[in-house]
């Protein structure tokens, strides 16, 4: 155990205002063995550290180098007999860049305690007395506490500089998949490079969530967030834009895609917590990055036609909205609309539109609807459980039959052409 530094040769009072002087002779046999004492700290690094021994030869020189700054600056600052330390960050400053990021803050501190180790261990017995032994004592105490304050303050600057610049990396990359590609079809590189150097996987499925930010978004907010998605086995890169908060959110492994129409939002109701009032939108998969500028669409398009549905799910699929989203003067509303509900009716025959269209424009009466076509009630149960079959709309439901009607609508303004025919 180290001595106690508050007894003995060294007062209170000199523990107060700082280490007992040191003489020059003794201030010149620290710095005669300098060299010998960062050797012996290479070493015992070498010794209690496997992963030390592994760094190539300029790396381990450097920490050699940093370890002998560290021994002038601590005898330097025993000349100074007793002023305050004023001790900077200038032994790491010295270090070479890829050695700072080589070595992790843990492996840092692990490197501090064994040289602060070494120094307690070898300078105490250059003391000329008892008293210089103390204040030696004292003094590799307070000077290795600095040592691992310097060391923690350059992390966190070098933390703070590369969370603002992976912030405004992910801000590009939601943006660029907010605006989509500058040609249509083409892949963006500038996106695919971007989220790659903020640890995403470009070949992942993906999908956009969006609704509005709370009134005080922050980041330790917007940490939960993506706490939350990484408790999910999801990655995420968070966007704010205005009145916006966009998520680019990866599907598992293995998780299937989305369905034809509605419904399908994955597993994102844990997320939606950390977004404000307001409805929550869930776009559909999109294969890759390259393409999640559809699923951003959609989400968008849907998150401006939301107000239509006051009583909608929180989060709500994109596709569950595709009847407000098309009174809105979505195209591509439109068009899915007819693709998924009125195509399969089409391709399948038969009087399936045609009673769907009845049934529904008849108020959803049955009997009236069978009245109306000259055939069994019964024909016309079977048709409408094909039509639900083939749609997964259920023509009996409020809410789904709005949806079918709207398509029949949308197909009567843009009639389904087959394949072939002339546009």
């Known amino acids: 155990m180290l001595p106690d530094v508050t007894c003995g040769g060294a007062s209170t009072a000199a523990v107060r205002s ?3 002087a040191v003489s020059p002779a003794t201030l010149r046999r620290l710095e005669l063995a300098a060299g010998d004492l960062a050797l012996a700290c290479l070493l015992a690094m070498e010794e209690h ?37 004023r001790l900077t960050a200038e032994a790491f400053r010295i270090a070479p860049r890829d050695l700072a990021r080589r070595l992790s803050l843990r492996q840092t501190v692990d490197l501090v305690r064994i040289a602060t180790d070494v120094f307690e261990r070898h300078l105490p017995p250059l003391a000329a007395d008892e008293a210089e032994r103390h204040a030696l004592v004292e ?8 040592i691992a304050f310097a060391a923690a303050t350059v992390y966190a600057g070098a933390a703070e500089t590369r ?8 801000a590009l990359v ?30 992942a499925a993906v999908r956009v969530v969006a609704g ?49 129409i509605g419904g399908d939002i994955g597993d994102v109701g844990g997320l939606v917590d950390g977004f404000g009032p307001g409805p929550v939108v869930v776009g559909p998969v999109a294969a890759e990055l390259a393409t999640a500028h559809n699923s951003a669409r959609d989400a968008l398009s849907a998150l401006r036609a939301a107000p239509g549905w006051p009583d909608a799910p929180r989060p709500v699929a994109a596709d569950d909205l595709l009847p407000e989203r098309a009174l809105a003067g979505d195209v591509s509303a439109h068009r899915r609309l007819v693709e998924s509900i009125v195509a399969p009716l089409e391709t399948a025959g038969g009087e399936l539109l045609h009673t769907l269209a009845t049934y529904l424009e008849g108020g959803g009466a049955l009997e009236a609807c069978a009245r109306a076509l000259f055939v069994h ?40 052409r087959e394949p072939g025919s002339p546009s």
């Open 18 to 20: 700082g280490p007992a």
């Open 49 to 85: 550290q496997p992963w030390f021994a592994r760094l190539p030869a300029e790396q381990r020189s450097a920490v050699l180098l940093v370890t002998q700054t560290g021994v002038a600056n601590f005898v330097a600052w025993l000349g100074e007999r007793g002023e305050s330390i």
């Open 139 to 146: 003094g590799v105490l307070r000077f290795g506490r600095e």
């Open 163 to 170: 969370g603002a610049w992976d912030a405004r990396l992910e």
């Open 174 to 203: 939601v943006d660029a998949v907010v605006r989509g590609p500058d040609i249509e079809g083409g892949a963006d590189d500038a996106l695919v490079s971007r989220a790659s150097t903020l640890g995403w996987d470009p070949d």
């Open 212 to 260: 509005s930010p709370t009134p005080d978004t922050a980041a330790e907010r917007l940490g939960e967030l993506r706490r939350e998605a990484a408790r999910a086995g999801r990655s995420v890169l968070v966007g704010v834009q205005g009145s916006r908060l966009i998520l680019l959110l990866s599907e598992p492994p293995g998780q299937p895609g989305a369905g034809d």
């Open 377 to 416: 009630p019964n024909t016309v149960r079977y048709r409408l459980r094909r039509v639900c079959d083939l749609t997964g709309r259920s023509p009996s439901d409020p809410r789904d039959a709005l949806v079918l009607r709207t398509a029949v609508i949308a197909a009567r303004l843009n009639p389904v």
